[in-house]
């Protein structure tokens, strides 16, 4: 079997024209911007195999805009995304994660972990979505697009 190619990002950006979030949600921006840049997996569609991009992450207009562009930042392709698709899960995510941080402070372990296990299955949920949506765009893993989700999140949070 033939190895895919490897293209990975090595920058990513928000859109900083929405402004600040809490602490909370910009220490999950932080660290999913790391876990990203760290380890991903990104092929857009007709790019060079291997290369390695930029991406900015923007909402214009309600719809999730993904500037790519190569490592010299010359532009490549834009890839505009409707957020229909997202919003029923994006919803649930924010409200599990609510009762996930009031749970940090009150509840026992054990709720906490049931309280995380389904904030991740609904993370999940988000993620394998993206991946459908970018089918045909741009190929990325599970790990990719869970780290992408979070970002998306973000944006949402802060809008």
């Known amino acids: 079997m033939a190895e895919q190619p490897k293209g990975r990002l090595v920058d990513v950006e928000l859109d900083d024209t929405i402004g600040r979030a809490t602490p909370d949600v910009e220490h999950e921006r932080n660290v999913a911007i790391f876990d990203l840049i760290e380890e991903n997996v990104f092929n857009p569609a007709g790019a060079p195999e291997n290369g390695r ?38 919803k649930d995510y924010f409200m599990i994660c609510d009762s996930y941080y009031e749970a940090i402070r009150s509840a026992t372990p054990q709720q906490i972990e049931a309280i995380d296990m389904g904030r991740r299955g609904i993370h999940n949920d988000g993620s394998t979505t993206l991946m459908e949506r970018l089918k045909g765009k741009i190929d990325v893993d599970l790990d990719t697009a869970r780290r992408l989700f979070t970002l998306i999140c973000v944006l949402q949070w802060r809008n």
């Open 53 to 90: 991009f930029k991406l900015k992450l923007s909402l214009v207009d309600k719809r999730l805009v993904f500037d790519i562009r190569n490592e010299a930042d010359e532009p490549l392709v834009t890839h505009i995304l409707s957020l229909t698709p997202f919003r029923k899960v994006i």
